[in-house]
């Protein structure tokens, strides 16, 4: 079987600012047509990793291929190939939407009839066609990602660098937000997205990248992350009496790990053995008076990957210390 074709692919990079070391020594490879969430902290090197990407940072060391070109010897050949969605871009603020990105269709050499072709179509799918006269500092946030996206959309790239762009977004843009990245998905588009909350992805993302204090610490399939590499169930339990007490109790019994309480209950984690041990679990809460009103298998949710994943990472540091 052929290996799937490589969007993006980087060995090795590494940038500093001064003492910090933003990228320590990053390298991955993404699927053409993936869509992939580039998660991490604040502060952990996913916007310097995706402006060495969107060759507007260069790295000290390593290298970065773009549909298999250099992005440092040919950076002109990867820009033309790149749409790049920063999480906040310069507003031209006395320019109107139709007049930005007629403006930006001009640089990219479009011209006549091919570029208000491009600009309408552009403003179609984001759905600006209504706002076109409407100047650009008058946008709210959504309005503005929406518009920032458009221009990246201009030169029709085969691939999309989207750095935050659900940051600050009320729940209708960020859904509005969600189904054009689905569409450029459908379409075939490989799209790298960041964003330190991770629920923002989840629907979106068929890929994980994620990334710790400028190191890639996982990257996989989200359903293989959901799956995960242990045997543990999650449950979901509701109960009448306080839910600390159960959450005391949880943190007491060996087999059983409490992942959150919650203002009816608590997520628990318990040790995939045979099912007796689950019922056993129920019984010996019942026993111990807690009143137990829903006890639910819940499938594992991106974030308990994540919790694990950086569980393991600080235990592994800490066998090294
Ligand atoms: P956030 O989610 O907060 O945007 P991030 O994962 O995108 O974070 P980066 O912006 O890449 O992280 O920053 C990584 C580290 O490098 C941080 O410690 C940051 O302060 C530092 N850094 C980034 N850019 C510069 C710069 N131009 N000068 C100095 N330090 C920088």
Redesign the pocket.
Known sequence: MNQPEIAISVTNLK?T??K????KDVSFDIRRGSVTGFI????????????MLATL?QPDAGEIRICGIDAIADPNAVRARIGWVP?DFGRYEFLTIWEYLDFFARAFDFKGQERRNRVAEVLSFTGLVELQERSIDKLSKGQGQRLCLARALLHDPEILLL??PAAGLDPKARIELKNLIRILGQEGKTLLI???ILTELAEMCSDMLF?DA?KVIHHGSADSLKRGTHAKLIYNVETSTPPEDLATWATLNPGIELIETHSRGVRLAIEEGDVSLISDTLRRMLNEGHQVVEFRREERRLEDAFVDLIGKLEGSREEQD
Do not use: C, L, P, Y
């Open positions: 940038r600012f001064g910090v070391q933003a990228v991490g902290a604040n502060g952990a090197g996913k916007t310097t990793t995706m402006r940072e999480d750095d935050e960041s964003s330190h990334i400028g």
